[in-house]
């Protein structure tokens, strides 16, 4: 087999872009999308009832408050990110709605921290499915857990570069059996202590009572904060789905609300439920094992098949943490690719594979992850620290955006005084957990979250200073060249294909390319008696958005186009154009160069690139080596290949 087939057989055939069922194909109905999106919040009932529940320490009755207090906050924020759905219906989330209602300044602060909790969302998730998988088995495995780890990681990166359709459908089987399991699990937990809901509710008032005379008014408050603080990782992924609404089936804003009543309900449910059935059964902590572990062998421990059971239940929970690494390989890239649109990160993250995926961000998210399983050496309580200070920022950004929005479009929005409380009672909930959560937890390792946040936003400063010098300067060249003024008349002849032709690829009708275009006029005078101009639709994240975007994108090539023939032609040659659409700039260009040199036999093909005075070690990273990429396969197919050189000097 070729390195193609190979490819091909690991990670799929390529995609039809010009398929006008493909977008239907790869969106994800509310169903499916619960799956993918909305099992990131789910599973953080696996750890974030767990810690909170941990920071009562012997003040267990506390729980009551805190089952209560955690389903109203999901439902407050998931609320409000219906909002954000609903208002910002091209997705993006966080970053989309900062940017717009806050200034590019705070967009790119809520997005770097989005790419942070996104690269946690996934170690998070694969250490958690770990520790529940490896507490069921004999202590010493627990040296082969990171090993197991990282095998589930690659697991995830290629099944991301498959398709995310794809991926969601092959784990939909675990989402679905956490769900049956766990609803009996809660549901019996609390049913089967029906009958004691007297002598429990004396026990709390008791309890409380005590607390209240040890404790005080005041300490008792600081201690549920503290672990209503503390919790906050159950409400991590909440997000995710206004973040990754692009993937949503037509009508979006309506699918992707349905996803968001679908994941708050069963994680509300869920958290909740948990709380209620630890303070039922009297749950304590055991070293080496998950409080839902134990809880499991609490409930079915004196059955026949108890065990079983149970063991099925907690191994549903370690396979939906996997399922909920998904999260970051879905949205994480979308915000990187959003990013990259606007020019805060290496362009080529908003270019898609051959499957239609985002293959730069999918390999870019799956590395940091394997990064961070190293780091912390796969400690769970390490892990939720980092993640929940940048995703409480994230959700207090959103928050504050939101009310922003509301109280400056008041006149426009007829409901904005029943949707402001909402966000601003969001975002007192979110802030109170980041401030509680940074100072309890800064020196055991929400400094690093800090730091690693910080130096994003400085690379993503320095890009984009970089682009925009350079897009300054390709300014001036578009300011120079694009009226040119001709007194010649315009040759009216049809292309020869027997004659000298040079076929020149252009990437929209700009200086740049009339530069490259009178170069080749210049350094080879008299030669040529044809040009034909070459382009790529290059679908990409920006423009990958349903048929209509596609024929849109198309349309504006074939103008771009048609003005450089136009210009050809005053200058006394003959001259056409050609296209073609694809997702792969380089291969789609060659086969159509391929496909010209046919055509034209005697014909050389021009392309330009931007020179440098110095040329740094980021230029290759941030400005793309197309034009080398090509003529290195047109020489292998031994067709004669120029690279104009265009100065910029930044």
């Not at 770097?112 to 088995?137: E, K, N, P």
């Not at 509300?268 to 809880?295: D, H």
């Not at 908003?350 to 780091?375: C, D, K, P």
């Not at 040079?502 to 044809?530: E, M």
Request: proline share 3%.
């Amino acid at each position: 087999m070729t390195a193609k087939e190979w490819q091909h057989t690991i990670f799929g055939k390529p995609k039809n872009v010009k398929d006008p069922k493909i977008f239907h194909k790869l969106a994800l109905v509310p169903i499916l999308a619960w799956i993918g999106l909305g099992a990131d919040g789910l599973s953080s009932s696996s750890y974030g009832p767990e810690e909170a529940f941990r920071a009562l320490g012997p003040h267990t009755y506390l729980s009551l408050f805190l089952a209560l207090g955690t389903a109203f906050t999901v439902f407050v924020i998931s609320y409000a990110y219906s909002r954000m759905i609903e208002h910002f219906p091209t997705g993006g989330g966080g970053y989309i709605v900062a940017t717009h209602t806050l200034g590019e300044k705070v967009g790119v602060l809520s997005g770097c921290a989005l790419l942070v909790d996104y690269m946690l969302t996934i170690t998070v998730s694969i250490v958690s499915c770990g520790d529940a998988l490896f507490s069921f088995l004999p202590i010493q495995y627990q040296e082969y857990k990171i090993i197991f780890d990282l095998i589930l990681i690659l697991v995830l990166i290629v099944l991301n570069i498959r398709g995310v359709k794809e991926s969601v459908t092959f784990l939909a089987p675990i989402f679905v059996i956490f769900v049956l399991t766990h609803l009996f699990m809660i549901g019996y937990g609390i049913l089967s202590h029906l009958p004691d809901v007297g002598r429990v509710a004396g026990e709390l008032k008791t309890n409380f009572n005590s607390g209240l005379a040890t404790l005080g008014g005041v300490g008792m408050l600081a201690l549920f904060l503290r672990a209503y603080s503390l919790g906050g990782g159950t409400y991590t992924g909440i997000e995710a789905v206004s973040n990754g609404l692009q993937i949503m089936r037509e009508p979006k804003v309506h699918t992707g609300k349905r996803t968001m009543l679908y994941m708050s309900t069963s994680l509300a449910f869920t958290a909740g439920g948990l709380f209620l059935c630890y303070l039922l059964l009297k749950v304590s902590p055991a070293e080496g094992r998950t409080l839902n572990s134990i809880l499991a062998n609490a409930l079915f421990g004196n059955w026949s098949f108890g065990y079983a059971l149970a063991l099925i239940t907690i191994l549903s929970e370690g396979a939906l943490l996997f399922v909920a690494a998904q999260t970051g390989f879905i949205d994480g890239p979308r915000v990187m690719s959003n990013m990259a649109i606007d020019s805060w990160f290496p362009h080529r993250f908003a270019s898609l594979s051959e499957r239609l995926t985002m293959q730069n961000g999918v390999l870019v998210m799956g590395g940091a992850a394997i990064f961070l399983l190293f780091y912390t050496k796969g400690v769970i309580s390490h892990l939720i620290v980092m993640y929940s200070i940048n995703v409480f920022l994230t959700f207090s950004i959103s928050q504050i955006g939101m009310s922003t929005y509301f109280i400056r479009n008041r006149k426009r929005e007829v409901h904005w005084k029943k949707h402001l409380p909402v966000h601003i009672i969001g975002f007192v909930l979110c802030f109170t957990i980041l401030i509680i959560t940074s100072y309890e937890k800064f020196s055991e390792g929400g400094w690093m979250t800090m730091v690693i946040t910080s130096a994003i936003i400085v690379v993503c400063y320095l890009i984009r200073s970089h682009y925009h010098k350079v897009r300054d300067k390709v300014k001036e060249l578009d300011e120079l060249l694009l009226d040119i003024e001709t007194s010649r008349k315009a040759n009216t002849e049809k292309v020869d294909p027997h004659k000298n032709t040079a076929i020149q690829l252009v990437n929209g009708y700009t200086g740049f390319g009339v530069h490259t275009f009178l170069s080749a006029v210049k350094n080879f005078p008299k030669i040529y008696d044809n040009f034909i101009f070459v382009s790529v639709a290059v679908v990409d994240s920006g423009s990958f958005k349903g048929a209509e975007a596609i024929t849109n994108l198309e349309s504006s090539v074939v103008t771009d186009l048609k003005k450089y023939v136009h210009l050809a032609r005053k200058l006394g040659f003959a001259a056409d154009y050609r296209f073609a659409t694809g997702t792969d700039v380089v291969e789609t260009a060659v086969n159509l160069c391929k496909s010209m040199k046919s055509e034209f036999p005697k014909s050389t093909v021009f392309t330009g690139k931007l020179v440098f005075r110095k040329e740094k070690f980021f230029h290759k990273m941030l400005h793309n080596q197309t034009a080398f990429a090509i003529q290195n396969e047109l020489h292998w197919d031994e067709i004669t290949s120029v690279i104009l050189p265009i100065r910029v000097t930044v």
